[in-house]
């Protein structure tokens, strides 16, 4: 480890490159083995629809039980996977689990739609199409209740990715652009690419406070998705205050820690009620007091 000064002073060590590199690897290498190993999981984060107080859907979220290192986030080997291919087995896995899960759960009575993220390595595959009409068959989940999180980087490949997305909506599965406005590319894409639904970023959320800047971008976000006919899902939802100023924005569905962190399955299950109604009273609450 080298000593480095931190502008505060403050000294603090970091790895030299070699050994950042080294760690680098080792993951890598555990990474090839962690599906077989059964170190992944996914955990679903619910999703309020705001006009009817119901949770409709989830989001599937990858992480990683690393045997020595404990639970490591999906921002720390996503990455690892997207540069080294392994995306394409963890995406698949992930993409059967989550559709496996939404079965389950429309058995037990509870019909939920499920959100997946998607990796553009993934998108640019030539037989994703394939495989999700297999996985759809295999689990028997109607392509309905699937939808899938592109990134807005994503569009730049708008050539290559329109006749997949399209194909992919001819099955029923739904389209959401994750991170909206976080992307830097043009909005342009917005009318000729197929798409059902937008993600506002937490960032935009985050920055939101009575009558400022960060409002006026939720809001133009807001306007523009119901001309274009898209759905809005915000993201990163944590104060009532954010609930209110987007329940008066009439923004169509919500998910953050103000209404449940992502949980384990059956976690889920056995709240799910509880996660519903403690929803429900704080928009009673809300309602009343405007
Ligand atoms: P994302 O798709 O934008 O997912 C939302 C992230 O925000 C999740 O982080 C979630 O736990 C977090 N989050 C939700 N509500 C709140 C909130 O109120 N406050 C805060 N601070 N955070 C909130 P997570 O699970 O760590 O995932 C990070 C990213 O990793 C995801 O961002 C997504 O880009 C990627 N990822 C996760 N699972 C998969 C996967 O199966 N495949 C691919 N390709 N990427 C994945
Ligand atoms: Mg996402
Ligand atoms: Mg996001
Ligand atoms: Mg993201």
Request: hydrophobic content about 40%.
């Amino acid at each position: 480890y080298e000593a480095r000064q931190h502008k505060k002073n403050v000294l603090f060590y970091e790895p030299v490159m070699s050994e950042k590199r080294s760690a680098k690897l080792v993951l890598e290498n555990d990474l090839r083995q962690a599906i077989a190993r059964n170190e992944l999981i996914v955990e679903y984060q619910p999703q309020l629809h705001l006009a009817s107080r119901e949770i409709e859907s989830v989001e599937a979220l990858v992480r990683w039980q690393h045997g020595q290192l404990g639970l490591i986030s999906p921002a720390n080997f996503i990455p690892i996977a997207e540069e080294t291919g392994l995306i394409i087995p963890i995406g698949q896995w992930v993409l059967k689990e989550a559709c496996m899960q939404a079965k389950k759960w429309q058995a037990q009575g509870m019909f939920i739609k499920v959100a997946v993220n998607i990796s553009l390595g993934q998108l640019l595959q030539d037989n994703l199409t394939q495989y999700v009409q297999d996985i759809l068959a295999e689990t028997e989940l109607d392509a309905r209740y699937l939808q899938l999180e592109i990134t807005e980087s994503m569009t730049m490949n708008i050539e290559s990715i329109t006749t997949v997305i399209q194909t992919l909506q001819e099955y029923g599965v739904t389209i959401a652009v994750d991170d909206f406005g976080t992307g830097y590319s043009s909005l342009s894409y917005l009318k000729d690419f197929p798409l059902d639904c937008l993600k506002i970023d937490r960032s935009f959320i985050w920055n939101m406070d009575q009558n400022t800047e960060g409002d006026a971008l939720v809001l133009m976000i807001l306007s523009m998705a119901k001309h274009l006919k898209l759905k809005v899902v915000a993201e990163g939802i944590e104060t009532e205050k954010q609930l209110v100023y987007l329940t008066k924005a009439s923004c169509d569905t919500i998910q953050g820690f103000l209404i449940s962190k992502p949980l384990p399955a059956q976690v889920l299950e056995e709240t799910f009620n509880e996660i519903e109604s403690k929803a429900q009273r704080l928009l009673e609450k809300i309602y009343e007091e405007a």
